[in-house]
């Protein structure tokens, strides 16, 4: 995951716009108005109307959302003023760098303006082509009233653009055109917006659960290149039922994927409460983050640990689940592309290869733990710490440690409960009644019991086979390998499963140099090596990264080298003191260490019955014990 402003109107506009304000349902309700009207200014004019002021009043904008980093989004407001019921201007104080004091008493309107050009979906962007707004990004709040109703309405949008968001709409008259209802604060922001000339269609997802009849509706909503309709929603279709099935429940009353598809798009998706926001580079990028971004649906919007809750968007909220939230929602997305059959084994085993491949190359694995690169997170906007000696990826490590907790699982029990069970009782036990699980702790307490609560019989018609390989205790495999760093013993781990681990030192690709990212999030080579083909054709330290050969310059870079044989030619387009050019030469080589999983040609017979139950989500026999 990754968790989470325009000119003003000219005074006549303003008290014209305060006037037409239809009067609130109820007095709690806090009223926004979004204007687009100069898309090409990439300035959204915002007003908020917030009744019933009984003193002074401190209005906030968020410090951070989408990415746990503090962005500060209050440094692309300007002209934050107020005025009155009457229209007559308040005095507005600002107290810190995201909060401002607005004096009552009485119905108050705030107003300013919020600059926003980059491309989602973890940002928002207003330009020519479209808007896409993360609303936490461009409304400020007041701390107190977060719980209160709220509306937002969508002003002067072009005739010719639509408007897709996953909220109710506020009413049917002219006066509530555009607008959007929702509970309060945190609801409202949790639903990106699409505005803008977009593709649009819905299909319907099948029933939920055992003797359900019909499913819910679907909506894909699509800015970019154009696609084939009917192979997305082939594929998201597949997604969409094999998890909720696997999960028991479909916890949405509409559902929106929001895609950017194209060259100019690429970074991932980033997950809400009843829709999700992705962005992919191709159609074949799609399946993996569609398929980690819905299951976030239950793990971390609903299935979510205490340490993140209530948000707090000031500051900073240091939880050490992330490998559980983020990483383990990345062990089911590969779970659930090869138990679709959108991928093969192949390609699941050869993921596999790769996530142990990442983990092992990087040196920070022997003295930070899972936990650890959890609660590190917000350090992920400094270049130094993306490094292969200060960090690893809790998405990586966490994606790992999920495949071995099933294993150590399914291996525990005979292969009567798995993960799937931890993950279906963490719904029924949290997410179904509003609760949150306590960090790892809470991860191990469910694993316990879903191992506790098997029965003991034994499974008709499968044969006893030799017990397991040293079994290891689930608290001991916490205390190693969550927060602890001792190396995971994939060896032993994957031969439980039927499942062999190579590792072959090569020679692959290598630019020679690094790359970091700038406080604007652009990369820019770094660690350059002078001697290397790069640095002999040209290449300096603090060249910004246009282009890789004549396209965008790949998000995970280094990834995209591996893939490549040492000695091809490359172009790089870069950008040196306001001046532009273009770089070639030949990529060098490094010596790597990789790792490959295959299945055994000849497993046990429990081994068999784990393997398959990894591939297609099956146990010996339903746990039916509370």
Not at 37 to 42: D, S, V
Not at 356 to 385: C, G, H, M, N, V
Request: hydrophobic content about 40%.
């Amino acid at each position: 995951m990754r968790l989470f402003s325009p000119a003003a109107v000219v005074l006549a506009l303003v008290l014209g716009a305060f006037a037409m304000v239809s009067p609130a349902p109820a007095l709690a309700t806090i009223r926004y108005e979004v204007s687009v009207a100069h898309p090409g200014q990439h300035r959204f004019h915002v007003a908020m109307v917030i009744p019933g002021v009984h003193g002074n009043l401190l209005v906030q904008m968020p410090a951070w959302n989408a990415l746990y980093q503090i962005r500060d989004f209050a440094y692309r407001v300007s002209d934050f003023h107020a005025v009155d019921a009457s229209g007559n201007a308040v005095p507005v104080q600002r107290i810190d760098k995201e909060t401002w004091r607005v004096e009552g008493p009485g119905d108050l309107r705030v107003e300013y303006s919020s600059f926003w050009d980059d491309p989602g979906p973890f940002d928002t962007q207003l330009d020519d082509e479209h808007a896409f707004i993360n609303l936490a990004m461009v409304l400020c709040y007041v701390p107190e009233r977060r719980a209160e109703e709220t509306v937002v309405q969508f002003r002067d949008v072009p005739g010719e653009w639509k408007i897709a968001v996953e909220l109710p709409a506020a009413g049917t008259g002219a006066a509530e055109s555009a607008s959007y209802r929702a509970a309060g604060y945190d609801a409202l922001v949790d639903a990106p917006v699409e505005i803008g000339r977009f593709d649009q269609w819905t299909f319907q997802a099948a029933g939920q659960a055992a003797g359900q009849v019909g499913g819910k509706t679907i909506r894909v909503v699509l800015h970019g290149e154009p696609q084939d309709h009917a192979a997305v929603t082939r594929m998201l279709s597949d997604i969409v039922n094999y998890e909720t099935r696997l999960m028991g429940d479909a916890p949405f009353p509409e559902y929106t994927f929001f895609l950017h598809i194209g060259q100019d798009y690429g970074g991932g998706g980033m997950e809400h409460a009843n829709s999700t926001a992705i962005s992919v580079a191709s159609f074949a990028a799609l399946a993996n983050v569609g398929a980690h971004e819905f299951f976030h649906l239950w793990n971390v919007k609903r299935i979510r640990p205490q340490s993140l809750e209530p948000v707090d968007y000031t500051r900073e909220m240091w939880t050490p689940a992330l490998w559980f939230a983020e990483g383990v929602t990345s062990t089911y997305a590969s779970y659930t592309l090869v138990r679709t059959g959108i991928w093969t084994r192949a390609q699941f085993l050869a993921d596999l290869g790769r996530q142990i491949t990442e983990l092992q190359s990087r040196p920070a694995r022997t003295w930070q733990s899972a936990e650890e690169s959890s609660l590190d997170t917000w350090f992920d906007k400094y270049p130094l710490y993306d490094r292969p000696d200060f960090s690893i990826s809790y998405y990586n490590k966490g994606q790992l440690l999920g495949v071995a907790l099933d294993i150590l699982i399914r291996d525990s029990t005979d292969n009567r409960a798995s993960l799937d069970d931890v993950l279906r009782r963490l719904n029924q036990q949290y997410a179904q009644r509003g609760r949150y699980y306590a960090d790892s702790a809470g991860i191990q307490a469910m694993a316990e019991q879903a191992v506790r609560f098997v029965r003991p019989a034994a499974v008709p018609g499968v044969k006893p086979d030799a017990a397991p390989v040293a079994s290891m205790d689930l608290a001991e495999f916490f205390r190693r390998y969550v927060s602890g760093t001792d190396e995971m013993p994939f060896v032993d781990l994957l031969s439980r499963a039927g499942l062999t681990l190579k590792a072959q030192g090569e020679k692959r690709a290598a630019l020679g140099f690094a790359v970091e990212h700038d406080s604007a999030g652009q990369p820019v080579v770094s660690h350059l090596d002078v001697s290397s083909a790069a640095g002999r054709a040209g290449i300096r330290n603090g060249d910004l990264l246009l282009s890789v050969a004549g396209g965008e310059v790949p998000r995970d870079l280094d990834g995209w080298v591996r893939g490549r044989p040492g000695g091809e030619m490359v172009r790089l387009r870069v950008r040196r003191g306001g001046r532009e050019r273009d770089v070639t030469f030949v990529l060098g080589q490094e010596a790597a260490q990789t790792y490959t999983v295959e299945e055994m040609t000849q497993p046990s017979d429990r081994q068999l019955r784990i393997r398959n139950g990894l591939f297609q989500g099956t146990t010996e026999q339903v746990n039916t014990a509370p």
